[in-house]
Nanobody, 126 residues
Framework: QGQLVESGGGLVQAGGSLRLSCAASARTSSTYTMGWFRQAPGKEREFVAA???????RYADSVKGRFTISRDKAKNTVYLQMNSLKFDDTAVYYC????????????????????WGQGTQVTVSS
Protein backbone atom coordinates (compact mmCIF):
# COMPACT_ATOMS: atom_id res chain seq x y z
CA GLN A 1 0.00 0.00 0.00
CA GLY A 2 1.15 3.53 -0.72
CA GLN A 3 2.26 6.04 1.86
CA LEU A 4 0.19 9.14 2.58
CA VAL A 5 1.60 12.15 4.44
CA GLU A 6 -0.65 14.97 5.59
CA SER A 7 0.42 18.50 6.38
CA GLY A 8 -1.08 21.94 6.85
CA GLY A 9 -2.89 21.55 10.12
CA GLY A 10 -2.68 24.10 12.90
CA LEU A 11 -4.51 26.51 15.14
CA VAL A 12 -6.94 28.96 13.58
CA GLN A 13 -9.69 31.24 14.85
CA ALA A 14 -13.29 30.54 14.01
CA GLY A 15 -14.12 31.96 10.62
CA GLY A 16 -10.59 31.43 9.37
CA SER A 17 -9.18 29.13 6.71
CA LEU A 18 -6.64 26.35 6.39
CA ARG A 19 -5.47 24.19 3.51
CA LEU A 20 -4.45 20.63 4.19
CA SER A 21 -2.21 18.69 1.85
CA CYS A 22 -1.78 14.95 1.41
CA ALA A 23 1.29 13.82 -0.47
CA ALA A 24 0.99 10.31 -1.82
CA SER A 25 3.87 8.03 -2.68
CA ALA A 26 4.36 6.76 -6.20
CA ARG A 27 2.66 3.52 -5.21
CA THR A 28 -0.60 5.45 -4.88
CA SER A 29 -1.90 5.70 -8.39
CA SER A 30 -3.60 8.79 -9.78
CA THR A 31 -6.53 6.50 -10.60
CA TYR A 32 -7.26 5.99 -6.89
CA THR A 33 -10.14 7.64 -5.15
CA MET A 34 -8.78 9.99 -2.48
CA GLY A 35 -10.55 11.18 0.61
CA TRP A 36 -10.41 13.08 3.86
CA PHE A 37 -11.79 11.95 7.20
CA ARG A 38 -11.59 13.49 10.64
CA GLN A 39 -11.76 12.33 14.22
CA ALA A 40 -12.56 14.53 17.18
CA PRO A 41 -11.70 13.48 20.75
CA GLY A 42 -14.09 10.84 22.00
CA LYS A 43 -15.80 10.47 18.62
CA GLU A 44 -15.59 8.04 15.75
CA ARG A 45 -13.69 8.86 12.59
CA GLU A 46 -16.08 10.49 10.13
CA PHE A 47 -16.11 11.16 6.42
CA VAL A 48 -15.38 14.70 5.26
CA ALA A 49 -14.77 14.75 1.49
CA ALA A 50 -13.57 12.60 -1.39
CA UNK A 51 -12.63 12.83 -5.05
CA UNK A 52 -12.66 10.02 -7.59
CA UNK A 53 -10.06 9.66 -10.32
CA UNK A 54 -12.21 11.58 -12.81
CA UNK A 55 -12.80 14.52 -10.51
CA UNK A 56 -16.22 13.68 -9.08
CA UNK A 57 -16.58 14.82 -5.49
CA ARG A 58 -18.53 13.94 -2.38
CA TYR A 59 -18.87 16.00 0.79
CA ALA A 60 -20.31 15.50 4.22
CA ASP A 61 -23.34 17.73 4.79
CA SER A 62 -21.55 19.45 7.66
CA VAL A 63 -18.82 20.83 5.37
CA LYS A 64 -20.68 21.47 2.10
CA GLY A 65 -20.12 24.99 0.88
CA ARG A 66 -17.16 25.51 3.21
CA PHE A 67 -14.64 22.81 2.28
CA THR A 68 -13.25 21.99 -1.16
CA ILE A 69 -11.27 18.92 -2.12
CA SER A 70 -8.89 19.03 -5.06
CA ARG A 71 -5.99 17.03 -6.42
CA ASP A 72 -2.88 17.66 -8.46
CA LYS A 73 -2.18 14.41 -10.28
CA ALA A 74 1.21 15.60 -11.48
CA LYS A 75 2.30 16.07 -7.86
CA ASN A 76 0.27 13.10 -6.63
CA THR A 77 -1.14 15.40 -3.95
CA VAL A 78 -4.64 15.95 -2.63
CA TYR A 79 -5.76 19.13 -0.92
CA LEU A 80 -8.57 20.11 1.40
CA GLN A 81 -9.33 23.83 1.44
CA MET A 82 -11.25 24.64 4.59
CA ASN A 83 -13.00 28.00 4.85
CA SER A 84 -15.34 29.50 7.44
CA LEU A 85 -13.97 27.12 10.02
CA LYS A 86 -16.06 26.41 13.09
CA PHE A 87 -15.15 25.18 16.55
CA ASP A 88 -16.82 21.86 15.69
CA ASP A 89 -14.31 21.34 12.87
CA THR A 90 -11.61 20.73 15.47
CA ALA A 91 -10.24 17.23 14.90
CA VAL A 92 -7.37 15.19 13.59
CA TYR A 93 -7.74 15.07 9.81
CA TYR A 94 -6.73 11.95 7.94
CA CYS A 95 -6.06 11.41 4.27
CA UNK A 96 -7.18 8.11 2.76
CA UNK A 97 -6.82 6.27 -0.53
CA UNK A 98 -9.05 3.68 -2.17
CA UNK A 99 -7.75 1.61 -5.08
CA UNK A 100 -11.19 1.72 -6.66
CA UNK A 101 -11.28 4.63 -9.13
CA UNK A 102 -15.00 5.23 -8.67
CA UNK A 103 -16.97 5.86 -5.52
CA UNK A 104 -18.15 2.77 -3.75
CA UNK A 105 -21.69 2.89 -2.41
CA UNK A 106 -20.15 2.81 1.07
CA UNK A 107 -17.50 5.46 0.46
CA UNK A 108 -18.24 7.18 3.78
CA UNK A 109 -17.28 4.06 5.74
CA UNK A 110 -13.70 3.92 6.99
CA UNK A 111 -13.51 0.18 6.35
CA UNK A 112 -13.54 0.49 2.54
CA UNK A 113 -10.43 2.65 2.29
CA UNK A 114 -7.13 0.88 1.62
CA UNK A 115 -4.54 3.16 3.16
CA TRP A 116 -4.33 6.05 5.61
CA GLY A 117 -2.03 8.86 6.57
CA GLN A 118 -0.87 9.58 10.10
CA GLY A 119 -3.19 12.57 10.51
CA THR A 120 -2.78 16.28 11.08
CA GLN A 121 -4.34 18.26 13.91
CA VAL A 122 -6.72 21.11 13.16
CA THR A 123 -7.78 23.23 16.12
CA VAL A 124 -10.36 25.98 15.74
CA SER A 125 -10.61 28.44 18.59
CA SER A 126 -13.97 30.01 19.31
Amino acid sequence: QGQLVESGGGLVQAGGSLRLSCAASARTSSTYTMGWFRQAPGKEREFVAAMSWNGSTRYADSVKGRFTISRDKAKNTVYLQMNSLKFDDTAVYYCAADKTPYFRSTYSHTSVWDSWGQGTQVTVSS
